[in-house]
């Protein structure tokens, strides 16, 4: 398919399709006019295919100006009239229209590994771009600060680490985030853009801090530092989980046969004194005393009872 020499829209999502997509290729341009690649929902392995991020032309240098929508009237009926769901910020669209500057990319839902390459910045016409739900470990490259047109990045659920590259700040038409469940660490890049992102964009990346997280970041390292009534939290909720419901029930049960055990003792002996008083009544001691002789003279022998 790579080869064929006017395919702009290639949707494959929801199968059952596996394979390695970096495999050496066989064509020397492949999909030049390639906007819509949605492999989505499939069990693809391997590493991300950094050949075809070098060569999708169509995804690069789109001028937007209406005398390059189209070309010729085949384009035109193309442009017009082609219909596609697929998937954007969330949301299963249908299109009924395919403009000249609308790209996607959205490998989501695979088996990927290894890095996210830097030749993904290569595509500086890319609009929509969805890696989420991979095994791509590594940092995010700061080549996407280069994709100036980008609406929507979603990297999460992944195996991300390092910190948020400053320069995705640039992304001034970026209006959909999601960074979240990776393990990316430090602060939080702070931009008129991104201060419209809100915690969702960052959930499960326990090392990031800054704004619109509740953690502080110090501010010469940016090392995350926790507030005083987090902290206290934290601790409780240590204590708790460093003992467990079994340590407990255990505890409770031993201290519920100990205090029966004490009772039964103190009513049976009437010991200490002060404790029986204060529980049973002034003279409860004296009064168990007086029952015990009466049991004592009734259990003495006749020769006893004449003596």
């Known amino acids: 398919m790579e080869a064929l020499p006017e395919l702009r829209v290639l949707v494959l999502k929801s199968n059952k399709f596996d394979g390695n997509m970096s495999l050496p290729s066989r064509s020397n341009l492949p999909f030049q006019k ?8 499939n069990e693809f392995v391997g590493s991300l ?35 596609m ?11 009924k229209r395919l403009l000249k500057t609308f790209t996607t990319i959205d490998l ?32 995010i490259p700061a080549s996407l600060g280069n994709i100036n047109v980008l609406e929507s990045l979603d990297l999460s659920w992944n195996k991300l680490d390092g910190g948020i590259p400053s320069v995705l ?10 960074l979240s469940m990776n393990d990316l660490v430090g602060q939080i890049p702070q931009s008129t853009q991104f201060s419209t992102f809100e915690n969702d964009s960052y959930v499960g990346n326990l090392r990031l801090c800054g704004f619109p997280l509740t953690r502080k970041c110090n501010e010469e390292d940016g090392q995350r530092m ?19 419901w079994r340590s407990v029930v255990m505890g409770y049960g031993s201290g519920i ?39 004592t003279r009734k259990r003495a022998t006749p020769t006893q009872r004449r003596s």
């Open 108 to 139: 989501s839902s695979n088996n990927f590994s290894g890095s996210i390459p830097d030749s993904i910045g290569n595509l500086n016409s890319l609009r929509y771009l969805n890696l989420s739900h991979n095994n791509l470990m590594g940092h």
């Open 169 to 178: 700040t640039r992304l001034t038409f970026l209006a959909d985030l999601n």
């Open 85 to 95: 769901r697929i998937t954007l910020k969330g949301l299963d669209l249908l299109l």
């Open 257 to 295: 046969i100990v205090g029966i055990g004490i009772g039964c003792w103190i009513i049976r002996f009437g010991r200490p004194r002060w404790l029986v008083e204060f529980f049973f009544g002034v003279g409860y001691t004296y009064k168990k005393n007086k029952k015990k002789k009466k049991k």
């Open 34 to 41: 390639l906007q819509v690649l949605d492999i989505s929902d």
């Open 49 to 83: 295919p950094q050949t075809y991020f070098k060569n999708f032309r169509a995804m690069m240098d789109v001028k937007e100006n209406k005398t390059d929508l189209i070309t010729s009237s085949d384009d035109f009926d193309f442009l017009r009239y082609v219909e």
């Open 226 to 244: 926790q507030p005083e009534e987090q902290d206290d939290e934290d601790d409780e909720y240590g204590f708790i989980d460093g003992f467990g």
